[in-house]
């Protein structure tokens, strides 16, 4: 009996965005990137994981979550506090699976950039310095990213719609 060579096609990889459910949330907290849970958690202190997850998507005006084969590997949302006004603040927590997605990753960066921007003119983000991939992201889709961390080490990450000159 001789030995088959051949190789099994790789499972096709099915892509969706829907809006976050419970079931999504549960799956987050589970399977959170170490680099994000420590983030999040530094920006709130004494919160669990779920609570902090709940407390993002309840002030935001959307959340949505990326599936493939109907696994979570993004959750992100745009909050828009009331003390800010014209002002976003994006946010976005992954799981270890959005290493395996970067081009759709990139491809859906540029879109909801993009849609942020139609929402609101002006974008500002916490990031921790030590989480060098948010950092890389942040720059790469077009925020300016503070140089100087504050005490508890997060930098600002800005985006603003350019400014039409005035016609004279």
Not at 53 to 69: K, Q, T
Not at 76 to 97: F, K, R
Not at 123 to 150: I, K, M, P, Q, Y
């Amino acid at each position: 009996m001789a030995l088959s060579n051949a190789v099994e096609p790789a499972p096709a990889l099915h892509f969706r965005v829907v809006d976050v459910q419970p079931h999504h949330v549960d799956e987050l907290c589970l399977n959170m990137r170490l680099a994000d849970r420590r983030e999040v958690t530094l920006q709130s202190p004494g919160k669990s994981l779920l609570k902090i997850v709940h407390d993002a998507i309840e002030i935001s005006v959307f959340a949505h979550c990326l599936l493939v084969n109907n696994r979570v590997v993004a959750v992100w949302g745009l909050a828009v506090p009331l003390l800010l006004g014209s002002t976003g603040s994006p946010w976005a927590m992954t799981t270890d699976l959005i290493e395996d997605h970067p081009r759709m990753v990139a491809k859906l960066t540029r879109y909801y950039v993009k849609k942020l921007m139609e929402i609101t003119p002006k974008l500002v983000a916490d990031v921790h310095s030590d989480h060098l991939d948010a950092v890389r992201w942040l720059r790469w889709a077009g925020f300016d990213v503070s140089e100087g961390a504050d005490l508890d080490g997060f930098l600002i990450a800005r985006m603003e719609e350019p400014q039409c000159a005035p016609r004279s």
